[in-house]
């Protein structure tokens, strides 16, 4: 079976904005989610910059029960998940009697299981812990959580692969629907932001110290880059069959075309060309693309000089000099296990609303970066078909092709 | 505390954890039902009493 995928809701909770009408303001302007956290300084990070986002009231949506197992990733999650099923124009009691399924990416649950520690540690007593921990403590209490309270019937996983996790969710859901065994998935990525998240990955020394200028720290492909600047919040996609789509009247935002995929095989965090290329490569196979098919490449650049370097090279090497490139994360700073989802949905405004957004605070050029055509500014562009590319810990690697749909 | 102080405390910290109106929560009634108790709660309700009365119920003491 070869069907058609759409996607036909998105939703944001991302630093740049609570919803698509915020962020989409957000990526015409160029502003910055960056602020400088105190509390990161007092328990003794290197870096204290970071993308923010409020730990959301739910009460007004959710029971206690269905509160109280909900850690930071699935709360952020369960916002953008609300936004998405809004306009993708589906709710619960339709949910519940047509199988959906969920795959969403997350890799950590880093401030919950250090809460449910110093209870115990402060308490001396298993049971005076409580009854939400355990499932707080758990990666997949997104999906655990939204699958229960969405009534959904279909597939229910977490997919976590670092920061290539949320669009390796689109690309798994995208083969499951493509491949005729769910008609509607939803997926996304989420990313706790709290200082226990982070502490290990500040001590490596890869995170920017651009305290006195927090919005122009996040440099992705600028010869002045330092390093990159943690984020997080949630971004969730309803992907379904073009079939189901109609059937529904659902909104059609665009068509999947083609999921590429990698894996380095090499050194745990080091980024690799080949590995980077072939995901490329693969993507334009699948989607069944010439290089010359695309308008615009959201890219990973995540604001580390050699990382940046490798994507540029693999950049230059499969799709040329001319493409308008952009990181938004310029703006987001690294939203990790959230990123893949969100540039896929921030892309998907763009396209919709015809321009490129900026990658801010790129000045000068390095050796690689200045081979390709990265886009500094506001730029009125219509774009039909982009890809957006998602690199990970690991070696693990993804690249998403998104077109504008048409009948 | 007196018999009095103990049950106003104990109303107020039920209906705040269990988010049930005080007044609903009566002598009279079925605590499980009225606070709507799955298993789960069950270890919520141990953890809310220890907190705010400074003992750790046992099962026997909820089975009287």
């Known amino acids: 079976m070869n069907r058609r995928v759409v996607i036909t809701g998105i939703g944001l ?14 990526l015409r302007t160029g502003k910055s989610g960056i602020v400088y956290d105190k509390s990161r300084e007092e328990i003794g990070y290197r870096s204290c910059l970071t993308g923010m986002v409020e730990d959301p009231n739910l009460k007004p949506f959710l ?40 795959i969403f990416g997350n890799d950590s649950t880093a401030g919950a299981v250090i809460n449910t520690i110093d209870k115990l ?9 409580g009854s939400g921990d355990i499932f707080q403590n758990m990666n997949c209490t997104v999906n655990m959580s ?33 491949q005729g065994l769910q008609e509607r998935v939803v997926c996304g990525g989420t990313q706790e932001i709290n200082v226990y998240a982070m502490a290990s990955f500040d001590g ?71 590995g980077q290329y072939r995901s490329l490569k693969m993507s334009l196979e699948q989607a069944g693309v010439s290089a010359n098919t695309i308008d615009y490449v959201n ?10 370097s490798m994507e540029a090279q693999a950049i230059h090497s499969i799709l040329g000099s001319d493409v308008p490139v952009s990181s938004t994360k310029s703006m987001t700073g690294h939203e990790c296990w959230m990123a893949g989802a969100s540039e896929v949905a921030y892309s998907l405004l763009m396209m919709q609303n015809d321009f490129v957004a900026p990658n801010i605070n790129f000045e000068n050029p390095d050796e ?38 048409v009948k | 505390m ?28 079925n605590l499980q039902k009225t606070l709507d108790l799955d298993s789960l709660d069950h270890v919520d309700l141990v953890v809310v009493i220890e907190e705010n009365l400074g003992f750790k119920p046992t099962s026997e003491d909820f089975k009287n």
Do not use: W
């Open chain 1, 204 to 274: 490596l020394g890869a995170f920017s110290v651009g305290h006195d200028a927090p919005t122009k720290a996040s440099r992705p492909f600028d010869k002045n880059r330092d390093g990159l600047i943690p984020s997080g919040g949630a971004a969730t996609l309803i992907i379904e069959s073009l079939e189901s789509a109609e059937k529904r009247g659902a909104p059609i935002l665009g068509e999947i075309l083609g999921y590429g995929f990698s894996s380095n095989g090499d050194h745990i965090s080091n980024p690799n060309f080949d």
């Open chain 1, 146 to 178: 939204l699958s229960t309270i969405y009534k959904l019937k279909g597939i229910n996983i977490t997919l976590s692969a670092a920061c290539a996790s949320g669009s390796h969710s689109i690309g798994m859901g995208y083969l499951l629907i493509k």
């Open chain 1, 63 to 102: 029971s206690r029960r269905q509160r109280l197992g909900m850690h930071q990733p699935a709360m952020f999650a369960y916002m953008s998940t609300m936004e998405a099923i809004e306009q993708a124009k589906l709710d619960i009691d339709f949910l519940e009697k047509n199988e959906t399924g969920i």
């Open chain 1, 121 to 129: 540690r402060e308490r001396g007593d298993t049971t005076l812990i």
């Open chain 2, 2 to 29: 007196t018999r009095e102080e103990i049950k106003t405390t104990t109303k107020r910290f039920l209906s705040e954890e269990f988010e049930v109106d005080k007044d609903e929560i009566t002598g009279n009634n």
């Open chain 1, 368 to 405: 690689d970066s200045q081979k390709i055509n990265v886009v500094p500014e506001y730029t009125e562009k219509k774009i039909d078909t982009f890809l957006s590319n998602s690199f990970g810990f690991g070696g693990t690697n993804s690249s998403l092709i998104v077109k504008k749909f």
């Open chain 1, 299 to 308: 890219a990973h650049a995540t604001s580390t000089p050699v990382g940046d």
């Open chain 1, 13 to 26: 909770y991302s630093c740049i904005g609570n919803g698509k009408e915020e962020v989409l303001e957000s």
